[in-house]
């Protein structure tokens, strides 16, 4: 018995079952939805083209699409022409930065996030009071060179790790500790335990300082990464709260967690044999990128989706006074 498809007649090819759930919240937060906002809204008031100082967000599809309106990004402020408009990134700046602006006489709007401003306000309290401040957070990234710069040299202890907290020696006194907005919840619980041990007189922050938008984004991801053989995170490499999200999916037990740019990105081999599939995005990763990667999955894959909401937000932040109507 001949069991070939006749000539000139496609075989149909049955696509396998996959079943996607949708990490809620994921994408966007009110912070990055404010500061993309602030670079557009400067474009409209002071015409093309508005200098930025550091991707605005961290994520390039976001920079490519605000380049394309007329936003040039640039790493230092010496980039930027002396009678150009400047927009400084969500991350947050030293106090450097504003002074330099200032002693040019350039027009700057300051687009960093407000949560991560209150937590530069409360390291200059905690200093204004005579404590030395542990921050953990990460070396080198934006957000911890922004605070640190809110205080004089010396002020203030970088801490990386629980291995750091068990050896790291702050000068003699009282002492306070503050975070990086974007950190692991868990990762930084157990370093907070371990300074808490050693200095059990350290000072917390009145209100945590990992922002409401990394707790809700990680709780959601353990949500699904529980039930998913593989998760996928929209998000850049540069992005340390889309880096948090992928390990904070492998540490819930999944087996494979990815992360991609976007939808092109992602290699469908690597999903042979999945069956539920998980899917987020970080902060600064839009939900168009989101549907990309659905979009590819439906090339091989027939999809079924579930919403998994963990939290629902409604935060929003005020633009800054200097472009508000």
Same mark, same amino acid.
């Given at each position: 018995?001949?069991?070939? *498809?006749?000539?000139?007649?496609?075989?149909?090819?049955?696509?396998?079952?996959?079943?996607?759930?949708? #990490?809620?919240?994921?994408?966007?937060?009110?912070?990055?939805?404010?500061?993309?906002?602030?670079?557009? @809204?400067?474009?409209?008031?002071?015409?093309?083209?508005?200098?930025?100082?550091?991707?605005?967000?961290?994520?390039?599809?976001?920079?490519?699409?605000? @380049?394309?309106?007329?936003?040039?990004?640039? @790493?230092?402020?010496?980039?930027?022409?002396?009678?150009?408009? !400047?927009?400084?990134?969500?991350?947050?700046?030293?106090?450097?930065?504003?002074?330099? /602006?200032?002693?040019?006489?350039?027009?700057?709007?300051?687009?960093?996030?407000?949560?991560?401003?209150?937590?530069?306000?409360?390291?200059?309290?905690?200093?204004?009071?005579?404590?030395?401040?542990?921050? %953990?957070?990460? /070396?080198?990234?934006?957000? !911890?060179?922004?605070?640190?710069?809110?205080?004089?040299?010396?002020?203030?202890? =970088?801490?990386?790790?629980?291995?750091?907290?068990?050896?790291?020696?702050?000068?003699?006194?009282?002492?306070?500790?503050?975070?990086?907005?974007?950190?692991?919840?868990?990762?930084?619980?157990? %370093?907070?335990?371990?300074?808490?041990?050693?200095?059990?007189?350290?000072?917390?922050?009145?209100? @945590?300082?990992?922002?409401?938008?990394?707790?809700?984004?990680? /709780? #959601?991801?353990?949500? %699904? *990464?529980?039930?998913?053989?593989? !998760?996928?995170?929209?998000? #850049?490499?540069?992005?340390?709260?889309?880096?948090?999200?992928?390990?904070?999916?492998?540490?819930?037990?999944?087996?494979?967690? =990815?992360?991609?740019?976007?939808?092109?990105?992602?290699?469908?081999?690597?999903?042979?044999?999945?069956?539920?599939?998980? %899917?987020?995005?970080? #902060?600064?990763?839009?939900?168009?990128?989101?549907?990309? !990667?659905?979009?590819?999955?439906?090339?091989?894959?027939? =999809?079924?989706?579930?919403?998994?909401?963990?939290?629902?937000?409604?935060?929003?932040?005020?633009?800054?006074?200097?472009?508000?109507?």
């Amino acid at each position: 018995m001949n069991h070939h *498809a006749p000539i000139g007649q496609a075989r149909m090819t049955v696509k396998p079952a996959l079943h996607v759930l949708l #990490a809620g919240p994921r994408g966007f937060c009110a912070g990055v939805d404010r500061a993309i906002k602030i670079v557009e @809204e400067s474009l409209a008031r002071f015409g093309a083209p508005v200098y930025v100082r550091h991707e605005i967000v961290h994520n390039k599809f976001v920079v490519q699409s605000l @380049e394309a309106q007329g936003a040039i990004f640039v @790493e230092e402020l010496d980039e930027v022409p002396p009678d150009a408009p !400047v927009v400084f990134s969500a991350h947050g700046v030293p106090k450097s930065v504003p002074a330099e /602006a200032q002693r040019r006489n350039m027009v700057y709007v300051d687009a960093t996030c407000p949560l991560v401003s209150k937590v530069h306000r409360e390291a200059e309290r905690h200093s204004a009071a005579g404590r030395h401040i542990l921050l %953990i957070g990460h /070396a080198g990234h934006p957000e !911890v060179i922004g605070t640190m710069g809110q205080l004089p040299p010396g002020s203030v202890t =970088l801490v990386e790790t629980a291995e750091q907290a068990e050896t790291v020696t702050p000068p003699e006194g009282p002492l306070a500790y503050t975070t990086q907005t974007t950190l692991s919840v868990d990762d930084t619980a157990g %370093i907070v335990a371990v300074l808490a041990r050693r200095f059990p007189h350290m000072v917390g922050p009145a209100k @945590e300082s990992i922002c409401y938008a990394t707790t809700n984004r990680q /709780a #959601a991801v353990k949500a %699904i *990464a529980a039930r998913a053989e593989a !998760v996928v995170v929209v998000g #850049a490499p540069n992005s340390s709260n889309s880096v948090r999200l992928r390990e904070v999916a492998e540490r819930a037990g999944c087996p494979r967690a =990815l992360m991609v740019q976007r939808g092109a990105e992602l290699n469908l081999a690597a999903l042979e044999g999945v069956r539920t599939l998980g %899917i987020s995005a970080g #902060a600064s990763a839009p939900e168009v990128l989101v549907e990309e !990667v659905i979009a590819r999955l439906r090339e091989a894959f027939d =999809l079924t989706l579930e919403e998994v909401v963990v939290a629902e937000e409604n935060v929003t932040f005020k633009l800054p006074a200097i472009l508000a109507r």
